[in-house]
């Protein structure tokens, strides 16, 4: 069993930044691959970065130059020069094996935190 536990969202203006942090605990050692996910009001749940623990990553088009994901125990999202099209609950999750290209669905992930609201105004 996985427990994930998100924190560090808020509002910020455009063009700040924010660091999410997801803190993993229980069986973390059988954790291949970690990810975040946002969703925008009327939106789909969208994949934005992913890492796994050999330290691959992955990035969405959109976030690509300004996010950056890393990892220890706690798995965190650097959000530099954000803009308001970045709005959306983020939230982090965790997939037991690897997903390959199945890391963007959703529906593969074996454990989900609550989630955090960013809002970043114009």
């Known amino acids: 069993?996985?427990?994930?536990?998100?924190?560090?969202?808020?509002s910020v203006q455009a063009g700040g930044s924010?660091?999410?942090?997801?803190?993993?605990?229980?069986?973390?050692?059988?954790i291949n691959t970690m990810s975040w996910f946002r969703q925008a009001p009327g939106k789909r749940r969208e994949l934005v970065a992913s890492i796994t623990s050999g330290g691959s990553t992955y990035y969405a088009d959109s976030v690509k130059g300004r996010f950056t994901i890393s990892r220890d125990n706690?798995?965190?999202?650097?959000?530099?020069?954000?803009?308001?099209?970045?709005?959306?609950?983020?939230?982090?999750?965790?997939?037991?094996?690897?997903?390959?290209?199945?890391k963007s669905q959703a529906l593969n992930y074996d454990y989900w935190?609550?989630?955090?609201?960013?809002?970043?105004s114009s």
């Open 18 to 30: 924010l660091r999410l942090s997801c803190a993993a605990s229980g069986s973390i050692g059988s």
């Open 1 to 10: 069993q996985v427990q994930l536990v998100e924190s560090g969202g808020g």
């Open 113 to 120: 935190g609550q989630g955090t609201q960013v809002t970043v």
């Open 74 to 102: 706690t798995i965190y999202l650097q959000m530099n020069s954000l803009k308001p099209e970045d709005t959306a609950v983020y939230y982090c999750a965790a997939a037991l094996r690897a997903l390959g290209t199945l």
